[in-house]
């Protein structure tokens, strides 16, 4: 009984740490997002918790006239420049000059719970906002940025998953419905190239396909983005919805052929109707790696400003700005909102997809 | 499928049936005409100073994608059908399976068989090269180091995704959080390898010595009396190691959910008949539950393997290959869009390939082997 009791204690408690390892990177940008920008980058995110540290009680600013280079009396304690400068501790209070030395000014502290409370929504205004935005600061100042035109990349983003996973589903559950129910010559080598194309890396077709776009004069366009990501999700499409179609049961498909139907009867009215679990599976995979792909738009969208996706404003922030946390948190999870969304409602099918498709790289 | 007709029916029919054919052609040629229009309405559209509103284009790539794809379906098999049955059965097959076949080939296969000529070729690809291209890949030092870095990229990636996937599933399915814990684990499946590059990169974060650090692992280090570090920059070759860390963390979820379905497909009569002689978990889990999920293993760890191979994204926004941190897909995207080195970045793409092939003959057979295609 003992041991048992140890034993959940064991596997509940390595379980809680993982979860809390795999889940706190994630909320601390969640909670820096929502921080105003001063706050992100003076203290940890993790101070919005309750927790000690020496907070401001009285600010004293010398008189001009007092002699900086020497001791000073401040506040009851005299000690020079430099000693107030490294903090000196009193009475359970910390003595403590901020800034330089002719324009700084003495601040008395106490140890004390405190919580960096203070939340702001500026940062998402910024990211998502065309055009200059001004924000107020909480130091009550302004500073007027550019916005990062994540808006109108978020809409760009649906304007090419959504065409991205539609038309190669079309294209596939035509192809999966000929391979698994039509007998003909060079069937099974036209499968085997499927098969064979579902570990091919992209970079291997990326050039050559680069240089018909500009021939057609679609570099740079969503419709470059489509026939990439169609031609790219195809093998695995064929091949999940071919796993599906073909395991429908025989008997089925052939009373109807006894009844005269055609094949393409078939497929429109029964097959599609019956493998809708496999086209949501692969529906919400495609989906989610169109959303989340960087490369492909990197290669095919490029630095066209208006036909930016959100992986790439971020990727851009990233370059440009890397250490301004209040846009990469806030822009980070405009990216994330979306694929989550489908995720959390619709991860029954997602997961049935993985099962069925974990051979793709 | 449909009795064969009586000889002299289908002779009749066939000398109609030119005509026929020829009228049935028209609804064919004519969806394949709008879907050429449609291709360069939807790119000029999109092209110059006016660019419709994304919801617009969005419809119209619908109705165009699979508006034009139904329709030429259509169009294709009513012109099948009005010929002579032994040609229906013959050609249909290839209206279902032909427009899927002629974009793989469009997209994958001829741009494949392209990347390999061109990597024999210089950089403008118009003098032959021979191996050039590949003996520089191989001997210059500079790249040298992004064959080491996906190696680890490989042994680690692999390794501790893998373990820590199992441990998780094992872990799981005996804890009453099962559904919670695997859904926190599996959670970072959603998000980008660039949003994860900026989670991560904000755990990473470093302040100089002595002023707060706002990234958490500084602050813990600094905590313990530690210096802050730019683990991603200057901590060679360990840096590596730290980006590898963000894709373990972003696919051990899919590990689990594999491994966990699979020890769920445990007979648990073995498992049971094994407690009672007296076996301990530990052997219960190397003896019996490790050989009996041993398939799942083999895929995941392919599966992930080649993940690693053509790892990217995360390597090109934390620090763009820098730091010694090159990884083969960085550098293909390097050689050939940074410094318009052709023949170069096709050889390095074409590594990438080779690396894949053993996975691709694996894959071919065991589809061999399928009940379906005997």
């Given at each position: 009984m003992k041991s048992k009791f140890l034993g959940s204690f064991l596997v509940n408690g390595s379980l809680a740490l993982i979860c809390l390892f795999w889940t706190i990177p994630t909320f601390g940008l969640l909670v820096s997002s929502f921080r105003d920008r001063i706050d992100i980058n003076q203290t940890g995110?993790?101070?919005?918790?309750?927790h000690k540290e020496w907070v401001t009680a009285q600010e004293i600013t010398p008189d001009?006239?007092?002699?900086?280079?020497g001791p000073m009396t401040l506040g009851g304690v005299t000690a020079t420049f430099e000693q107030f400068r490294d903090g000196i501790d009193q009475n359970g209070q910390r003595y403590i000059w901020i800034g330089?030395?002719?324009i700084g000014h003495l601040e008395i502290q106490n140890y004390r719970w405190t919580a960096n409370l203070g939340f702001t929504l500026q940062n998402y205004k910024q990211v998502l906002a065309s055009g200059n935005y001004t924000a107020i600061l909480k130091n009550g100042t302004t500073q007027t940025m550019p916005g990062d035109s994540m808006y109108r990349a978020f809409l760009n983003s649906i304007a090419v998953a959504v065409p991205a996973t539609v038309i190669p589903i079309a294209l596939a559950s035509f192809a999966a419905y000929g391979f698994a129910w039509m007998k003909f010559p060079g069937r099974k080598m036209l499968f085997a190239l499927v098969v064979g194309l579902l570990?091919?890396?992209l970079q291997i077709a990326l050039i050559p396909l680069l240089r018909d776009f500009v021939t057609l004069h679609?570099?740079?366009?969503?419709l470059a983005v489509w026939l990439a990501h169609t031609g790219f999700g195809l093998p695995l499409a064929t091949y999940l919805l071919f796993n599906y179609i073909s395991e429908l049961p025989r008997d089925i498909i052939e009373a109807a052929f006894a009844d005269g139907a055609s094949h393409f009867t078939i497929f429109t009215s029964l097959i599609i109707p019956l493998s809708v679990p496999a086209l949501a599976a692969f529906a919400i995979f495609q989906f989610l790696w169109v959303w989340n792909d960087y490369l492909v738009a990197l290669v095919?969208?490029?630095?066209?400003p208006t036909n930016q996706l959100v992986t790439q404003r971020l990727a851009e922030i990233v370059g440009?700005?890397?250490?301004s946390w209040h846009l990469l948190t806030a822009g980070g999870f405009v990216t994330m909102i979306l694929p989550l969304i489908v995720f959390f409602s619709l991860q029954r099918y997602f997961v049935r997809g993985l099962l069925a498709g974990s051979v793709k790289g | 499928m449909s009795t064969p007709k009586p000889q002299s029916t289908a002779n009749r029919q066939a000398g109609l049936g030119i005509f026929r054919s020829i009228a049935a052609l028209l609804p064919l040629v004519f969806s394949l005409a709008a879907l050429t229009w449609g291709f360069f309405f939807i790119r000029d559209l999109q092209s110059g100073a006016n660019v419709a509103p994304q919801l617009v284009l969005v419809v119209l790539a619908i109705i165009w994608g699979v508006g034009g794809i139904v329709l030429l379906f259509t169009t294709a098999n009513f012109f099948v059908e009005q010929l002579p049955d032994a040609w229906i059965r013959r050609l249909q097959p290839f209206i279902f399976v032909g427009p899927a076949i002629i974009m793989l080939g469009w997209a994958l296969v001829i741009p494949t068989i392209r990347t390999i000529i061109a990597s024999f070729f210089g950089d403008a690809s118009?003098?032959?090269?021979?191996?050039k291209n590949y003996i520089y890949i191989f001997s210059d030092p500079t790249l040298l180091v992004m064959f080491r870095n996906n190696l680890m990229w490989i042994v680690f990636g692999t390794s501790f995704t893998v373990v820590v996937g199992l441990l998780v599933a094992v872990l799981a399915d005996r804890s009453k959080f099962e559904t919670i814990a695997k859904g926190l684990v599996f959670?970072?499946?959603?998000?980008s390898f660039v949003g994860a590059g900026v989670i991560w990169n904000f755990v990473y974060a470093v302040r100089p010595m002595g002023a707060p650090q706002i990234g958490l692992l500084n602050a813990i280090v600094t905590s313990f009396g530690g210096q802050p570090e730019a683990w991603t920059a200057f901590?060679?070759?360990?840096n590596n190691f730290f980006l590898i860390v963000i894709v373990v963390w972003l696919q051990t979820g899919f590990a689990m959910v594999l491994f966990s379905a699979a020890i769920k497909g445990i007979p648990t009569e073995i498992m049971e008949a094994a407690r009672v002689d007296g076996a301990t978990e530990i052997q219960i889990f190397f003896r019996i539950m490790i050989p009996q999920i041993l398939g799942t293993i083999i895929t995941v760890t392919t599966t992930i393997v080649i993940f690693s191979l053509k790892i990217f994204d995360v390597v090109w926004v934390m620090t763009g290959g820098q730091y010694g941190t090159s990884v083969i897909a960085t550098q293909f995207y390097r050689q050939y869009f940074?410094?318009?080195r052709n023949g170069v970045g096709s050889a390095i793409a074409v590594v990438l390939f080779v690396a894949v092939i053993p996975v691709m003959a694996y894959n071919l057979r065991q589809f061999a082997r399928r009940e379906v295609f005997k």
């Open positions: 995110w993790w101070t919005i918790f309750p001009p006239s007092v002699d900086r280079n330089n030395r002719r570990v091919i890396p679609v570099n740079g366009t969503f095919f969208i490029g630095a066209s440009s700005r890397g250490q | 118009i003098k032959f090269a021979g191996l959670l970072p499946m959603a998000i901590f060679q070759p360990w940074t410094y318009n």
